[in-house]
């Protein structure tokens, strides 16, 4: 998957998902063999491989150092290009979903995203972040104090701009320990939840 930034060449979009499907491939000879450091790995190298030749001075916004367990592949502020072409600062995940790919499960992407140089947001040193993801019609009635009200006040809400009861909602929530109050939350206002292991992008 991909974003291309307003403004950029036409064919810049084809060029990032070059990027990402020579991750995925990468990734895919890993499939199920549960080496997950080795599978990042090698995703990453292809992905970074590929962006070496993109004209293109690029600029990863967020790296790898904040995630626990691993060697940084991608490091903040690496140069990304061949330093010719738009000033992009670059966001990407070469395998997003790792633990379904490693232990044989489909559903496993990689993503990138582009924007012009300090346009991008970078959560550093945050290793986890609460996020609330929905569509375009529901962002709009949504304010900052959602993160921390009650999930039924929040569900509620979304409920409203949708014109449908709560019990039609269905919130995905990643399969983590320190996700089961919320779980709960959901499920006592109502709401469905769809549980994965991995793969928040």
């Known amino acids: 998957m991909s974003a291309e930034p307003a403004g950029l060449p036409r064919n810049f979009g084809f060029e990032l998902v070059r990027a990402t499907e020579a991750a995925a491939v990468a990734a895919g000879r890993w499939m199920g063999m549960g080496e997950r450091e080795a599978a990042d790995r090698d995703a990453a190298a292809h992905m970074l491989a590929t962006l070496a030749g993109l004209e293109m001075d690029g600029r990863v916004a967020f790296g790898d150092e904040g995630k626990l367990g691993a060697q940084a592949a991608l490091v903040t502020g690496q140069r990304l290009g061949t330093g010719r072409g738009p000033a992009v600062d670059v966001l990407m995940d070469p395998v997003d979903g790792l633990d379904m790919l490693v232990h044989g499960y489909p559903g496993a992407v990689a993503a990138i995203a582009a924007a012009p ?32 009200a009650p999930a039924a006040w929040t569900l509620a809400l979304v409920a409203r701009v949708k014109g449908r009861p709560v019990r039609d909602l269905t919130v995905f929530v990643l399969d983590r320990p320190r996700h089961a109050d919320l779980i709960r939350e959901i499920r006592a206002a109502g709401a469905r939840v769809m549980l994965r292991a991995d793969g928040d992008i």
Request: hydrophobic share 55%; with cysteine.
């Open 117 to 148: 140089q300090g346009s991008l947001w970078a959560p550093a040193p945050a290793v986890y972040m609460d996020k609330i993801v929905v569509g375009p019609e529901v962002a709009a009635a949504l304010v900052p104090e959602c993160l921390s």
